[in-house]
Nanobody
Framework: QVQLVDSGGGLVQAGGSLRLSCSASGRSAFSIVNMGWYRQAPGKQRELVATITTGGITNYADSVKGRFTISRDNAKGTVPLQMNALKPEDTAVYYC?????????WGQGTQVTVSS
């Protein structure tokens, strides 16, 4: 069983920065494909923000490319997301995710609010 704890959200003005952190503990019985971040804005479906594989290959949503950076600290089991040049449309609840071959694990979510 994998437990995820999200943190780092908050209120920031447009153009500002935030750094989200995801601490993972426990062990998955199945191989981890990747870890990453998703977000869900009010009235919208949850969408991918960024993922990173165990080998360090990254994938970003087009809307965040060039502004967000995902990294991975295998020793600490964390997946930080650096968010720069934030826009009001980035406002959402952000969820950390661990994707395995048979199961997805989710953090509890952290609110990010960007004011204009």
């Amino acid at each position: 069983q994998v437990q995820l704890v999200d943190s780092g959200g908050g209120l920031v003005q447009a153009g500002g920065s935030l750094r989200l952190s995801c601490s993972a503990s426990g062990r998955s019985a199945f191989s981890i494909v990747n870890m990453g971040w998703y977000r869900q804005a009010p009235g919208k479906q949850r969408e991918l923000v960024a993922t990173i594989t165990t080998g360090g290959i990254t994938n970003y949503a087009d809307s965040v490319k060039g502004r967000f950076t995902i990294s991975r600290d295998n020793a600490k089991g964390t997946v930080p997301l650096q968010m720069n040049a934030l826009k009001p449309e980035d406002t959402a609840v952000y969820y950390c995710n661990v994707h395995t071959l048979v199961h997805d694990y989710w953090g509890q979510g952290t609110q990010v609010t960007v004011s204009s």
